[in-house]
């Protein structure tokens, strides 16, 4: 019933569900309450009437299992990503054993130079638990790259439902009228930070933008 339920969500994605991620799913699902977070912190937050619009936050250096995809849609590219993220959370690593869901999960994403459009290319990263930052489980899936990323300063704004192209183009665009004119961040290089699985229909989400070095 689990993978039944699955099957309709990645066909929401435009993909199709392998048997092989039975496994995984299952194992997921066990371990569903225990999600360590990323560590950053929190630098400000701005808003008005004691809700918070935006905030801007510190993230350290960490080692990250990233895969790069580009399908023809967004959907198609992060789904088929985190399939692959999926085994080798669950036991396709050196170790082989279940490592641990770290949250959010980032998918990197750019935009075409007319910036109506995201060009296909997105890196899907999983940050990987702090027991294993010194040393992480090697991947069995070549696709798959373990990350030094540099320190990352960015400023977050929450969005809820799901992601496409449509609404991330959308929250992007949002997020600049309310910031206004800046060159302190990029302009090109996005990324989409999701904290829950996408079978929640209002799941929260975030548009980071990257501050310049």
């Given at each position: 019933r689990l993978f039944a339920h699955w099957e309709v969500v990645a066909s929401t994605h435009r993909v199709s569900l392998p048997r092989d991620m039975a496994g995984p799913i299952a194992q997921m699902a066990r371990h569903s309450q225990?999600?360590?977070?990323?560590?950053?912190?929190?630098?400000?937050?701005?808003?008005?009437?004691?809700?918070?619009?935006?905030e801007e936050r510190q993230y350290p250096a960490g080692k990250w299992a990233c895969v790069t995809k580009?399908?023809?849609?967004?959907?198609q590219s992060i789904s088929m990503s985190f399939m692959k993220l999926m085994r080798y959370i669950c036991k396709e690593n050196s170790v082989g054993c279940?490592?641990?869901?770290?949250?959010?999960?980032?998918n990197e994403i750019h935009l075409t130079k007319d910036e109506t459009e995201l060009e296909r290319e997105v890196v899907?990263?999983?940050?990987?638990?702090?027991?294993?930052?010194?040393?992480?489980?090697?991947?069995?899936?070549p696709e798959i790259h373990i990350t030094e990323r540099a320190p990352l300063?960015?400023?977050?704004?929450?969005?809820?439902?799901?992601?496409?192209?449509?609404t991330i183009l959308r929250e992007?665009?949002?997020?600049?009228?309310?910031?206004?004119?800046?060159?302190?961040v990029l302009r090109d290089t996005y990324i989409?930070?999701?904290?829950?699985?996408?079978?929640?229909?209002?799941r929260r989400n975030e548009i980071w933008f990257i501050c310049q070095a």
């Open positions: 225990a999600r360590e977070p990323v560590p950053y912190v929190s630098l400000s937050q701005h808003g008005k009437c004691e809700e918070v619009a935006y580009g399908e023809a849609m967004y959907e279940y490592l641990g869901m770290t949250v959010p999960v980032l899907t990263a999983y940050y990987l638990p702090g027991e294993f930052q010194q040393n992480p489980p090697v991947p069995m899936d300063r960015v400023i977050t704004r929450v969005f809820y439902g799901m992601t496409t192209e449509e992007i665009s949002l997020f600049w009228e309310l910031l206004g004119s800046t060159d302190t989409v930070a999701s904290y829950e699985n996408p079978s929640i229909p209002q």
